[in-house]
């Protein structure tokens, strides 16, 4: 069901991108939207993992330093006969981890200091049991494709701006004066409305895949409990130690969101709330 909704989502994020190419370029706009659409698509499958890594100075994390890691890591990976990630360590404070890859012979899993620092020997397996369960789902390669799509209805969204606020859509011929005034009122409503549902497919499929990565990989370790308190764990310590220089644009990857998701801004967050998802944890019978 999961997995369904997610494609249903991701299709329906990539129509919006056509939409919208077609609304300011007719079918010249469209086909162009969709060319842009698979470039991006192709990029985000080749690039993604090696692009985010060294968008937070991801370091290769050795064996000796962090044996009790490769352990878990294995592990879990042999269980479920899923091919050893590369292991990556973020030097920061804040305890957080991220899988990126785009499929599970080229996955790679980060952990902050802050995490091994706070961890337990079974919220950690569980933590790893979750990314690599994005791993085995294929999670990482779809949220970067729908960030990237995203990406683009944004740009589109601001050239519509631009347009009106140079003065798009002003004819002076009397006879185009009804059709300039249609397509004013079109490219008021993407700049306005196109980000905004942008926003919400791509905030509905990343909550739908972490409801998932939760599900399996308390299966994965069978004890769905370690990672719910991992979890109530992480909650409490992002809001003492924020990510520095978080990026809206990786927010997704993390197991618990990296920025401030209080109040209203929690309804627009990138991740379920926290204590829906310990609730579905503690409540699961394996």
Same mark, same amino acid.
């Given at each position: 069901?999961?997995?369904?909704?997610? #494609?249903?989502?991701?299709?329906?994020?990539?129509?919006?991108?056509?939409f919208i190419g077609g609304l300011l370029g007719g079918h010249q706009g469209a086909m162009a939207m969709f060319i842009i659409a698979l470039l991006m698509n192709l990029v985000s499958y080749w690039f993604s993992d090696k692009i985010v890594l060294a968008m937070h100075r991801a370091k290769p994390l050795n064996e000796a330093?962090?044996?009790?890691?490769?352990?878990?890591?294995?592990? @879990? !990976?042999?269980?479920?006969?899923?091919?050893?990630?590369?292991?990556?360590?973020?030097?920061?404070?804040?305890?957080?981890?991220?899988?990126?890859?785009?499929?599970?012979?080229?996955? #790679?899993? #980060?952990?902050?200091?802050?995490?091994?620092? @706070?961890?337990?020997?079974e919220e950690l397996?569980?933590?790893?049991?979750?990314? =690599?369960?994005?791993?085995?789902?294929?999670?990482? =390669?779809?949220m970067c494709i729908a960030a990237a799509i995203?990406?683009? @209805?944004?740009m589109l969204a601001r050239m519509a701006q631009w347009s009106l606020w140079m003065g798009g859509g002003r004819s002076r011929d009397s006879e185009n004066r009804s059709g300039a005034a249609l397509q004013l009122v079109a490219m008021l409503l993407v700049a306005i409305l196109a980000p905004l549902a942008a926003m919400l497919i791509q905030l509905a499929i990343s909550r739908t895949r972490e409801y998932g990565a939760d599900a399996t990989g308390a299966h994965l370790t069978g004890n769905p409990h370690g990672l719910a308190s991992a979890l109530e764990k992480l909650h409490q310590a992002t809001r003492d130690y924020p990510l520095p220089n978080a990026n809206p644009a990786t927010a997704h990857l993390f197991i618990v969101n990296p920025l401030s998701a209080? !109040?209203?801004?929690?309804?627009?967050s990138t991740h379920p709330p926290v204590a829906e998802r310990v609730r579905r944890l503690r409540s699961m019978r394996l």
């Amino acid at each position: 069901m999961n997995v369904l909704k997610t #494609a249903l989502l991701l299709s329906a994020l990539t129509a919006l991108l056509i939409f919208i190419g077609g609304l300011l370029g007719g079918h010249q706009g469209a086909m162009a939207m969709f060319i842009i659409a698979l470039l991006m698509n192709l990029v985000s499958y080749w690039f993604s993992d090696k692009i985010v890594l060294a968008m937070h100075r991801a370091k290769p994390l050795n064996e000796a330093d962090a044996p009790h890691v490769y352990r878990a890591v294995r592990e @879990i !990976a042999s269980r479920d006969r899923l091919p050893m990630p590369k292991l990556y360590w973020i030097g920061t404070k804040t305890p957080n981890a991220f899988a990126t890859g785009r499929s599970p012979k080229h996955a #790679a899993v #980060a952990v902050t200091s802050g995490l091994l620092e @706070i961890m337990n020997e079974e919220e950690l397996k569980g933590v790893l049991a979750h990314e =690599l369960s994005h791993v085995k789902n294929r999670d990482t =390669l779809v949220m970067c494709i729908a960030a990237a799509i995203a990406g683009a @209805i944004m740009m589109l969204a601001r050239m519509a701006q631009w347009s009106l606020w140079m003065g798009g859509g002003r004819s002076r011929d009397s006879e185009n004066r009804s059709g300039a005034a249609l397509q004013l009122v079109a490219m008021l409503l993407v700049a306005i409305l196109a980000p905004l549902a942008a926003m919400l497919i791509q905030l509905a499929i990343s909550r739908t895949r972490e409801y998932g990565a939760d599900a399996t990989g308390a299966h994965l370790t069978g004890n769905p409990h370690g990672l719910a308190s991992a979890l109530e764990k992480l909650h409490q310590a992002t809001r003492d130690y924020p990510l520095p220089n978080a990026n809206p644009a990786t927010a997704h990857l993390f197991i618990v969101n990296p920025l401030s998701a209080g !109040a209203i801004a929690g309804l627009f967050s990138t991740h379920p709330p926290v204590a829906e998802r310990v609730r579905r944890l503690r409540s699961m019978r394996l």
